[in-house]
């Protein structure tokens, strides 16, 4: 597939202006809530770093509570080619599974000594809108957790069409998961978090989607006047869904073997007319467990031992 997006130029950001490289916090005289967008936690997800880009050189600085604005994964960016652009997604380990207390920890490989350098950051967000994209061609996706609240605000951004309500993925603790972002009782007080996958890695769509979700997720943050946003932003925003879809995850196919794969080259959000029906092999068939059985996010490109390769779904009307 053709990577079409170009590589942002984030040199004038990359020194941050807290004491953390790529990390830039902006605070308003008036309370209100700490607002956090990341990006790059992946370094060949491009589309978010085009948006954080965007945000910083249109100068927006927040009327209420702090904005905060992350490029995560700098060194795995560094290392970023069009041409072999799956080798630059991390360095030694997927960052967006590192988001546990004892990884850190370790500050065993590049990616735990960064989320460890990251996590006090992250820790003090109220809501974070954490931006990423896919290994296939793909319309986009809200990643919510259980939380219905999160569900939510989803709904209320107006877009993507489909949301998928998960529990994460079993190789570790993503971002979105991590400390108060987990926690019912913080998640009751208010606190939020959504991950944005925003469609193909080299689609030049996918910075707009990303560019989209920010004038949203800041609009309804409240740290910005009414209409604020989008006149500091024009043309961001692109139309709202014509309908939302919520996807509830009930399990993922996790690779028992390198050699795990699938009977069809699937894009996602196939719906699988009958239960049972094989989809691939993975150490024995690979069978849909019910009928009009959705497929999220299916992608054999980082397959190995220990992967969720596919997660399987029930729809609803948002």
Not at 51 to 72: D, I, Q, W
Not at 295 to 316: E, I, K
Request: proline letters at 6%.
């Amino acid at each position: 597939m053709t990577f079409e997006l170009d590589t942002p130029d984030i040199g004038a950001w990359r020194e941050g202006n807290v004491g953390i490289p790529g990390v830039w916090r902006f605070h308003a005289e008036q309370p209100g809530r700490n607002v956090m967008i990341t990006a790059l936690v992946h370094g060949n997800e491009l589309c978010g770093a085009w948006a954080l880009k965007g945000l910083l050189e249109a100068g927006l600085r927040p009327r209420r509570g702090s904005l905060t604005l992350a490029f995560c994964n700098l060194a795995a960016f560094d290392t970023f080619d069009p041409y072999n652009h799956d080798a630059s997604r991390f360095l030694e380990q997927d960052m967006n599974r590192q988001w546990s207390d004892d990884r850190m920890a370790a500050a065993d490989t590049a990616e735990r000594r960064r989320v460890a350098k990251l996590a006090p950051v992250v820790a003090q967000a109220d809501w974070l809108l954490d931006l990423h994209s896919m290994h296939e061609p793909s319309p986009p996706l809200t990643l919510t957790g259980m939380a219905p609240e999160n569900v939510a605000l989803a709904v209320q951004m107006g877009a993507p069409i489909h949301i998928v309500v998960d529990a994460g993925h079993k190789d570790g603790v993503r971002m979105r998961d991590y400390g108060r972002f987990g926690d019912p009782a913080a998640i009751a007080g208010g606190v939020r978090s959504l991950l944005v996958e925003c469609g193909y890695h080299g689609a030049r769509s996918s910075r707009d989607v990303a560019q989209d979700q920010c004038v949203r997720f800041l609009a309804l943050s409240g740290i910005f006047d009414d209409g604020e946003c989008d006149r500091l932003l024009p043309g961001w925003r692109l139309p709202d869904a014509p309908e939302q879809w919520v996807l509830e995850v009930t399990e993922g196919v996790v690779a028992q073997t390198d050699t795990v794969r699938f009977s069809e080259p699937f894009q996602g959000l196939e719906v699988i007319a009958k239960a049972g029906t094989v989809i691939g092999e993975n150490d024995g068939p690979i069978r849909t467990p019910y009928d009009d059985c959705v497929l999220v996010m299916p992608s054999l490109r980082q397959a190995r031992t220990g992967v969720t390769v596919v997660r399987f779904a029930r729809r609803r009307k948002a």
